[in-house]
C-alpha cells in the first residue's frame, strides 16, 4: 500500500443529491444561532457607553494566552484536564470537518497521502476520544462528586450528554464506514483510526455490508441532526460563553484591577437627574452587560470569595448569574423598554411606551444589600475568573446607589465616612495627631523641607493607629539611615479618599481627591512612599484622573530598592520563622509580589514559609472595602480563617505590609493562636531590626 494515494470518498454512502439537504440544515443552524447571538447583544446597547477596543496587539495576545490558551482555567487541575479534553477536541474536529469541505466543495485535494493518515484518520479519532473521556469525567463531577461551587439543573447535563453522543455517533460513522470496506475487502487504511477501526471489526463479525451502510446512512443524518442543532441551540444555553467569552476576554480591561472602579460624572448626574451609582440594569455600561452573558457558571469566583468562604450570603457567581437571568427574563422590566426599541447609543430610548426600569438591588437574591456590603474588595474575585467578568466594580457601582442615593449602609460605615468629611480621616474617636509619630525622629514636613526629594505618605492607618505607628516609625528611620531627604504633610495629611469610594460615596472620594492632588502639586511632589498598599493604589491608579500624576512606591519596594544600592545593610541571626500575608491592594490589585518577600528574607536566617493561598490567590484580611470598620458575626469572620492558615504554617512571625492587614491580622491570630507565642510585624520593622543587628555586629 502506497501513502501517497491514501485517501477516502467525502460523503460515502450518501447520495450526491441529499447532500444539498446537509447543506440547508447548516444554514438554518446557522441563521438559528446568530438570532440566538443578536438577542442577547442587542440588550447590551441598553447600557452606557465603554470604549475597549484600543491597544488591539495587547488584547489580541490576551485572548490568545487566555481565551486560546485556556491559563487561568488550566489553574484547576480537575477541570482543566475535562475542559481540555473537550476544549481541544472540538477545536480538531472543526477543522477536520472544515477540511473535508475544503476538498469536496473547493475541489482541493487535501485528504490525501500522509496528511490524510496522520491528521484527518489518527489525530482527529485521538482527540474525538478525548472528548468522550472529557465529558465523562465532566458528568462525574456534576454528577457524583458535586462540588458545591457548582449550579446544578438539568441543561448543563444535557448539553454534556449531546457532546457524548455527537462524538459517539461521530465514531458509528467512521467505524461503519470502515466496517463496510472490511467486508467487502476493500480496506486499506482503516487501521489508521484507532477507534473507528476498533468499532468497524466489533461491528463486521456479525454485519453484513448491506446492514452496515443502512446503519452507517442512519447514524450519519442522526449526527448531522445533533451537530446542527447543538449549533442551533447552544446561544440559547449556556454553551454561549463559547462565543462570548473570548469576545469578553478581548475587550476586559487593560488596566490593574485596581483602576477598575470607574469614575462617575457627578455635576452631570446632579443636572439631569440620573441616579448615582447603579439603580438599574441601564446603570451599567454595555460591557458590564456583556459580562453576564459571558458567565461559564464555573464557580470560582464564588469559591475564593472570603466573605463566601466564611459562610456569608456574598456571591460573585449568583450576581452575575442572576442579573443575568434578570435581563432576559423581561427587557421591558430591566431596561424598561421593549427588545428591539431605537436608543440614541447611550441607553436612553425613544419609544412613548418605555416604563421605569425596576432596581436591581435586592430584585434577586444575590443583589440583597446585606450581601453587597459584605465585599472586601479584594478582586479575588476577577483574578480567579478565566473570562475576565468584573464582578467587584459591579458590586462598588450598586453600593454607589446605596449610599449617596438611599442613604443605606451599615452605622459603623457611616461613622466612618462621617469622620472623613469632618476629621479628614475614617478613624472616629480616635486621640492621636498626624504627627504624635515622629516624636524623637526630627522628621520634617514638606512646608519645611525644600529640598526633601520624596514624600512620605503616612496613611490614616500609619498615623492615628497606635500599633502601626512602630511600622511608620521604622521606615522613617530605615529612610533616614539611607541618607534619603523625606518629608511628611503632617498635618496637613488627609485621608486618600481610598474608604469613601470603597464603601460607595463617590462624590467624598472625590472631593479628597482633589484636594489632596492640589495639596501636593502646590508643593511640587513628584515621588511618593507609602506603607499603606490603598494608599499607594489610590495614588497610582486613581489620582492621575484629578490631576495628581506622582511616581508612587509602597515602603517594601523603596526600602528593597534602598537594599540593592547597598544604601541598607541588613545582616540578621534571627532564627524566627516567618510568613508573608500579601495584601490585596499591593499583590493581587497592583502586583507588587517580590520586594516585601525579599525584605522578610533578609529578616531570618531561614526560609520564608508560603501559605496555600499566596500572591495572586491571596486571601484578605479581611478588612478592605470598608469592612474593617464593620463588626462582623463571630463565626464569620474572614480574618479568623486567614489567622488560621497562617498559624498552620508554623511561622513564629507573621509579616505585613499593609496597616489594616496589620489591625485585622493581630485581633485574628490573637484569637486563633492559643499559647503559642507569634507575632504579627511589618516588613518594614522586621527590617529595621535586620539593620540594627548589623550595626551590633559591626561594634
Not at 467512521?174 to 471489526?201: F, T
Not at 514559609?609 to 474572614?638: A, L, N, Q
Request: hydrophobic share 40%; charged share 20%.
Amino acid at each position: 500500500m502506497n501513502p501517497d494515494l491514501a485517501t477516502r470518498e467525502v460523503f460515502w454512502n450518501i447520495p450526491h443529491s441529499l447532500v444539498w439537504v446537509m447543506y440547508l440544515m447548516f444554514v438554518a443552524s446557522l441563521v438559528i444561532a446568530g438570532y440566538g447571538i443578536w438577542q442577547r447583544v442587542r440588550l447590551w446597547r441598553y447600557g452606557s457607553f465603554a470604549f475597549r477596543f484600543d491597544q488591539p496587539v495587547a488584547r489580541l495576545k490576551r485572548m490568545f494566552k487566555h481565551g486560546t490558551a485556556q491559563a487561568r482555567t488550566v489553574r484547576e487541575k480537575y477541570a482543566a484536564v475535562f475542559h481540555t479534553f473537550i476544549y481541544t477536541g472540538f477545536i480538531i474536529l472543526t477543522i477536520a470537518t472544515a477540511i473535508v469541505a475544503i476538498d469536496y466543495d473547493f475541489g482541493l485535494p487535501v485528504m490525501q497521502g500522509n496528511f490524510y493518515l496522520y491528521f484527518q484518520s489518527f489525530i482527529v479519532d485521538i482527540f474525538g476520544a478525548l472528548v468522550m473521556v472529557g465529558v465523562g469525567i465532566a458528568l462525574y463531577r456534576r454528577l457524583v462528586l458535586k462540588p458545591k461551587k457548582l449550579v446544578y439543573y438539568d441543561e448543563a447535563t444535557l448539553i454534556l450528554t449531546t457532546i457524548f453522543l455527537i462524538a459517539f455517533t461521530g465514531f458509528l460513522v467512521e467505524g461503519w464506514r470502515i466496517g463496510a470496506d472490511i467486508v467487502a475487502n476493500k480496506d486499506e487504511w482503516g487501521s489508521w483510526s484507532p477507534i473507528g477501526y476498533l468499532v468497524a471489526r466489533a461491528s463486521a463479525t456479525f454485519m453484513s455490508e448491506s446492514a452496515l451502510r443502512a446503519a452507517h446512512f442512519g447514524v450519519w443524518w442522526t449526527h448531522a441532526i445533533l451537530v446542527f442543532g447543538f449549533i442551533a441551540w447552544s446561544p440559547y444555553t449556556k454553551m454561549a460563553h463559547v462565543v462570548f467569552s473570548p469576545f469578553n476576554i478581548y475587550t476586559s480591561s487593560l488596566k490593574p484591577t485596581g483602576a477598575s472602579l470607574k469614575n462617575l460624572d457627578i455635576e452631570k448626574a446632579m443636572e439631569t437627574g440620573e441616579p448615582l451609582g447603579v439603580k438599574t440594569l441601564a446603570g451599567f455600561t454595555w460591557k458590564d452587560l456583556a459580562d453576564f452573558d459571558a458567565c461559564t457558571e464555573c464557580g470560582r469566583c464564588t469559591n475564593v470569595c472570603p466573605a463566601n468562604t466564611v459562610g456569608k450570603e456574598l456571591s460573585p457567581r449568583d450576581i452575575i448569574l442572576d442579573l443575568q437571568k434578570f435581563m432576559h427574563a423581561n427587557p421591558l422590566t430591566a431596561f424598561g423598554v421593549k427588545v428591539g426599541e431605537t436608543t440614541n447609543g447611550n441607553g436612553k430610548t425613544h419609544s412613548q411606551d418605555a416604563q421605569a426600569a425596576l432596581p436591581i438591588i435586592g430584585a434577586v437574591p444575590a443583589t440583597s444589600p446585606e450581601a453587597l456590603w459584605q465585599c472586601t474588595t479584594c478582586g479575588a474575585c476577577m483574578e480567579a475568573c478565566p473570562v475576565f467578568i468584573e464582578q467587584m466594580p459591579k458590586i462598588v457601582d450598586m453600593r454607589r446607589f446605596l449610599v449617596m442615593e438611599e442613604a443605606d449602609f451599615p452605622d459603623t460605615m457611616g461613622d466612618a465616612v462621617t469622620s472623613m468629611e469632618t476629621r479628614g480621616h475614617p478613624f472616629k474617636g480616635t486621640q492621636a495627631t498626624r504627627v504624635d509619630w515622629t516624636e524623637g525622629l526630627n522628621v520634617q514636613t514638606v512646608a519645611d523641607a525644600k529640598d526633601a526629594e520624596v514624600l512620605f505618605w503616612v496613611g490614616c492607618g500609619g498615623a492615628l493607629i497606635e500599633r502601626n505607628q512602630k511600622t511608620v516609625r521604622a521606615t522613617a528611620q530605615l529612610l533616614q539611615q539611607a541618607g534619603v531627604k523625606f518629608s511628611i504633610l503632617g498635618r496637613e495629611e488627609k485621608c486618600t479618599g481610598d474608604p469613601a469610594r470603597r464603601i460607595g460615596n463617590e462624590f467624598l472620594f472625590e472631593m479628597l481627591a482633589k484636594e489632596n492632588a492640589e495639596k501636593l502639586n502646590q508643593y511640587g511632589v513628584k515621588k511618593i512612599v507609602t506603607s499603606c498598599p490603598h494608599c499607594f493604589n489610590t495614588f497610582k491608579n486613581e489620582y492621575p484622573q484629578f490631576g495628581g500624576k506622582y511616581q508612587v512606591f509602597h515602603h517594601s519596594e523603596f526600602l528593597a530598592k534602598l537594599v540593592d544600592e547597598g544604601k541598607l545593610r541588613p545582616a540578621t541571626e534571627s532564627d524566627k520563622k516567618i510568613t508573608f500575608h500579601d495584601p490585596c491592594y499591593l499583590g493581587r490589585h497592583n502586583g507588587v509580589y517580590d520586594a516585601p518577600r525579599k525584605l522578610v528574607q533578609l529578616s531570618s536566617r531561614h526560609q520564608p514559609v508560603e501559605t496555600e493561598r499566596r500572591r495572586e490567590k491571596g486571601f484578605c484580611c479581611g478588612g478592605g472595602g470598608g469592612m474593617s470598620f464593620v463588626e462582623e458575626p463571630k463565626d464569620k469572620r474572614v480574618n479568623q480563617e486567614r489567622a488560621r492558615e497562617l498559624l498552620e504554617t508554623g511561622a513564629d512571625v507573621v509579616a505585613v505590609g499593609c496597616p489594616f492587614c496589620m489591625t485585622m491580622l493581630e485581633d485574628g491570630i490573637n484569637a486563633r493562636k492559643g499559647d503559642r507565642d507569634v507575632r504579627v510585624m511589618d516588613v518594614a520593622e522586621l527590617l529595621w531590626q535586620a539593620v540594627e543587628d548589623a550595626k551590633d555586629k559591626s561594634v
